[in-house]
Every structure is written in C-alpha cells, then in structure tokens.
C-alpha cells in the first residue's frame, strides 16, 4: 500500500497533492481553534461544559494535543496507521484527563480560579497534566511513526534518530513561524489604529480571533516544512552542528563546576532550595548536547575530533551531577519527607540516574561505544513513557505517596503533631489528602489525640484559595498577625491592618506576600514618611527580590500602598536597625507633585535608585 509519506515525498512534482495535504492541515488547525476558542468562552461564561470538571479536562487536553499529532502524522504513516495512532492518542489522553480530575475530588480550589467569583466553575486541569503528557505524546509518536516506517516494533536507531529530531525542529520553526506572524499582525493593527481603522486595529485582540489565527498559523508552518524538505534537513543539520560545538564549553563549565565542590563545599548549593533542579537541569543539557554532537553515526570517524572527545566526558560528568541531586534530595527528604514536587523530582532522577549509568558505561568501552548509547536513548525512551503513566495513574501519584508518607512521620512520631503541617494535606493532597484528614479526625493515632483531631478537623474545613502555584493556603488575619515581626521599639501594627481583606482583587498579587500567604515571614517598620497625621507601616519581605513596600491607610479606612523603596534596602542590616530604634528623620525632596486641571501627577525620579547604596 502506498502511504501517505511516499505521496508527499513527492509533492515537489504533485502541486496538486501538496495543496490537499495542505488544506487538511488548516482545516484541522481551524476546527482546533474554533474548539479551543468554544472552551475558552464557556470557561469566561461558566457555562457547559465549563461547569463540568469531567467534560472539561477530557475536551480540553484531546483538542489541545490530538490536531497536532494528526498534522504530523499525516505524510508519514498510510491512513490505517494513522487511525489507529490517534486512537489510541485520544484513549491516552482521555485515562489521563479523567484520573487528574477524580484525584482532585474533594479538594478545594486551585490557583487557577477564585471560587467568590464563579462558585459554578469546573475544577481546571492541573498544569502538570499540559506539560508531562506533551512530552510522553511526542515520545510515542516518534516510536510509533518510526515503527510504521521501518515496519517493526523495534526501529532502528537511525529512524529514532531522525524523526524525534525532525518534529522537534518542525515544531520550533512552527512556534517561531506564528511568533512572526503575530509581530506582523500586531504591526498591522498599529497602522489601521493611526488611520482610524479602529475596528480592525482591536480585531487582533480579539479571541474569537486570535485563537483560530495562532492555530492556522502553527498547522501552516508544519505544512510548509514538508513542502520544502530540503530547507527542513538543513535547518537540523545546522542546528546539530551548532549545538555539537556548545558541548565543550558546557563539559568546561560543568567540570569546574564539579572540581570547586570539595573546596567550596555544599553549602552554597542546598542554600538555595533549588539545587536539585539545576542539577537536573544541567544533566539534561549534557544529554541534549552529547546527543547533538554524536547523532546516528555508526563510527566515532565521522564525528569531530572536539565534539567526539568532548561527548565522552560529558558521559562520565552527568553520573556525579545526579549522584549530587539525589543526595540533595535525600536530605529534604529525610528532614520533611516527601511532597508531591519530592517526588516528580525523585522520578526525573531515576531517569537522569539511567542515562548517567549507561553513559558512563558505553563510554568506558574502547569499541563500538556509539552502539550502548544509542540503546540507551531508546530504553529510557521506553522508561519516560512507563514514569510519566505510573505518576498520572494511582499506581505512582505523587500525592498518593507523598499523603501516605507524612501522614506516617506523624504517626511515628518522626514529626510533633504541633509541627506537623495538616494544611498540606488540605491543599496539596487531593482526594487522597480528603481521606487522610478524615481518617484522622475518626482515628488518632497518638497520645496528642484531641489536638490532632482538632487540626484535623480545622484543615479540612479550610476553603481559601492558593493564589500562586504550590503554595497553602491564602493568609487570613491571624496567618498575617503570625507573619509579620514588628522590629520598631515599643510599636504594634493596628488590628485594622490584619484585618484588611488582602485577597481583594486590587491587593491579590501586589505586596510582599506575607500578606497573602500563610507561613511566609516578613518585618514591619512603623515610620512616619509623610506630613499628615499617623504612621505609616513599612513592609519588608524576606522572599528573594522582594520589594519594600510602604502602606498607609486612606480616607476610606483601607491600607494601601504609598510608596516603594529599593529592593536592595532590605540587605541594609545597619540601615534596618537604625530605622528600628527610630534613629531617622524625614527630608523633603526638591521635586513636587504637580496639579493640572485638577488632577495630581506626580514625578517619578528617575535616578533614585543610582544615588542609593547600603552604608
């Protein structure tokens, strides 16, 4: 049977078969605006199938991933195959959207909506449910499109090679594509504004429009990297050739890196919470670069001399990255145990682990090295799809073990019932949360019976939203009052300030976030900064790059934010204690607040923050 890759192999000669794949593509990426646009108006009208959790997530993520696949597929597999594919991509899609809205039964709302303001509105989709999908879809499709082409289960190395590296290019050029387009269109409604073509100039902004646009867009670019193929290898050929000469200033970097640890120690690195990610980080690099430079060569002969070298100590640096990132790991782990980000990064390690040992392995082997690499790209290929099903299904799900696991430190006494944190179950413990905090309102399982009932009970009746990812829940007056340190002398905040309703829309993501998060700590100031009566309250957060930020309360009885200070002032620990012990005096400024027509405006001086430095 003649697939549909062979016709379009040909479309140079067959204008006319170049033209029908072709508008089937932009057919498909019109339907799929047209249905992306349809979900996003029933979402800002909280009507059907916005007002179903189910309906939802299952319509959402199939139109968001199944027209791609169906662009790409088409050219490279026959009808039947293709079929078949998007079958069982919709099946895929389907388990997984409806597992992640189930898990969240029970569950208050996520950072995604505000309930005092749609209470009828679905539970969205989480966002890993759009991010590890994309990846485990665009996996499977290389395999399968590789398997029809080679016609086996297994393909060759070349084939997986060649294919992951075409849709990945075809992909980016598709994105870069549109991101012009919409230069040119945002161009285009400049120039109908000036000539008074007011309509046209706001049809950009449009979503009934820029929806359907942006999708046409990305389809059409797809197409046209089949109507010129030779444009599309060369781009890859370049772009792996460039990538293949960053590899050694990486091995570089990253063996400086390694070499400075027993000298420097670790501290700096687990000061940053974070070092496990950037380790991940820089692992995956390795893996992306070594690919780029080795390719499908059979030989190392066909492979530069720097690039070639280069590769196989990059093999052996990914093995102590990871060996560090699980030890940091470890240590959260063993202190708090694990939480659901514990255990999504536990999960990445696992596979960076796998690749760092094969690595490491085929490069120790004098012959034929390029043979275990390629093997091991193909088998973790296999163990990412295996990961990404068992963490969206109960058999891994990260708020499953992660619920089981504190709730065992509580029980074994690893963490006091005063320090054990109930809200997360609450908040990031999904359905499996629910349960646990209900478990241990019926049963307690210690001596501190009565107050773990309680917290128990008090957390589940929790119902405030989280208003940034992964945080508990939004701050209330006493999470506020139990936030803020008053370092001024003989000086408390007044009660107006915590009582204030910070959650307001004018407030929500303005402010040090002590204001709006529990358990997020930060310092006041009581300082007068103007001439009318009263003291205002100054606000330092101690997130990383927060922003001082003055507060003082209006004519309408409200807090709100005066003024701002430079983000380096919070540094000033000798600044910080003078202002503390009232050590300060106010000095008026040579620039004014103009009054034109009967509205104030007032200056910004421009080079504040040049003639400010911490003495």
Request: aromatic share 10%; net charge neutral; with cysteine.
């Amino acid at each position: 049977m003649e697939t549909l890759e062979e016709k379009s192999n040909e479309v140079t000669t067959q204008p006319e078969l170049s033209r029908r794949i072709g508008l089937i593509r932009l057919v498909i990426g019109l339907t799929q605006g047209l249905i992306l646009y349809w979900l996003y108006r029933s979402v800002e009208t909280v009507q059907w199938p916005a007002t179903d959790a189910y309906s939802l997530t299952v319509l959402l993520i199939v139109a968001l991933f199944i027209p791609i696949l169906f662009i790409l597929g088409i050219g490279d597999l026959t009808r039947k195959q293709l079929g078949m594919w998007i079958a069982g991509a919709v099946l895929i899609c389907v388990f997984l959207a409806l597992y992640d809205v189930w898990r969240a039964v029970g569950s208050p709302p996520s950072e995604w909506r505000d309930p005092n303001r749609n209470p009828s509105l679905a539970e969205l989709p989480s966002f890993t449910l759009f991010l590890f999908p994309a990846v485990g879809l665009f996996i499977t499709h290389v395999l399968v499109t590789a398997g029809c082409k080679d016609r086996r289960y297994l393909a060759r190395y070349e084939t997986y090679f060649g294919i992951a590296w075409k849709q990945a290019v075809r992909l980016t050029l598709a994105l870069v594509f549109s991101g012009l387009g919409w230069l040119i269109l945002l161009l285009g409604s400049e120039l109908f504004d000036l000539a008074g073509l007011t309509y046209m100039a706001k049809l950009v902004y449009k979503e009934w429009f820029s929806i359907p646009v942006t999708l046409v867009m990305v389809s059409g670019a797809i197409h046209l990297t089949d109507v010129k193929p030779a444009i599309l290898s060369a781009i890859r050929h370049l772009l792996l050739t460039l990538l293949s000469f960053l590899l050694p200033l990486a091995v570089l970097l990253i063996a400086i890196f390694l070499a400075s640890l027993p000298f420097q120690g670790f501290s700096k690195l687990w000061s940053t919470n974070f070092a496990t990610g950037i380790l991940l980080a820089a692992s995956a690099g390795l893996v992306v670069l070594i690919n780029a430079a080795l390719q499908d060569h059979e030989s190392t002969t066909q492979i530069s001399v720097l690039p070639r070298h280069s590769a196989r100590l990059a093999c052996l640096l990914i093995l102590p990255l990871v060996v560090i990132g699980c030890y940091a790991l470890g240590l959260r782990v063993q202190i708090y145990g694990w939480t659901t980000e514990r255990i999504i990064a536990a999960a990445c390690l696992g596979i960076a682990m796998t690749y760092a040992v094969g690595y490491a392995v085929a490069t120790l082997r004098h012959h034929r090295w390029l043979g275990l690499v390629a093997r091991v790209n193909v088998f973790v290929s296999f163990l990412v799809l295996a990961v990404i099903l068992a963490l969206f299904s109960p058999l891994m799900d990260p708020a499953r073990i992660s619920v089981a696991n504190q709730v065992a430190r509580l029980q074994n006494g690893q963490v006091a019932a005063k320090d054990f944190d109930f809200e997360y179950l609450r908040f990031e413990g999904k359905r499996y949360g629910q349960v646990a905090l209900a478990e241990l309102q019926r049963t307690p399982p210690t001596q501190e019976a009565e107050f773990i009932k309680a917290a128990a009970a008090k957390a589940a009746s929790e119902t405030d939203v989280p208003w940034d990812f992964g945080n508990g829940k939004a701050a209330r007056a006493d999470d506020v009052k139990a936030n803020i340190q008053v370092k001024t002398l003989a000086a408390t905040l007044p009660d107006s300030f915590y009582r204030q309703d910070w959650s307001q829309e004018e407030f929500r993501f303005k402010g040090p976030q002590c204001l709006h998060r529990a358990k997020t700590p930060c310092t006041a100031y009581t300082v007068d900064f103007d001439t009318e009566h009263g003291d205002e309250i100054l606000l330092i957060d101690q997130q990383p790059n927060a922003i001082p930020t003055v507060f003082k309360m209006t004519q309408d009885g409200q807090w709100r934010a005066l003024a701002e200070l430079p983000d380096d002032f919070a540094q000033c620990s000798h600044q910080l204690d003078q202002l503390a012990a009232g050590n300060f005096k106010r000095v008026e400024t040579s620039v004014k607040t103009l009054n034109i027509g009967g509205q104030l405006i007032e200056p910004r001086v421009l080079d504040v923050e040049s003639r400010y430095q911490c003495q």
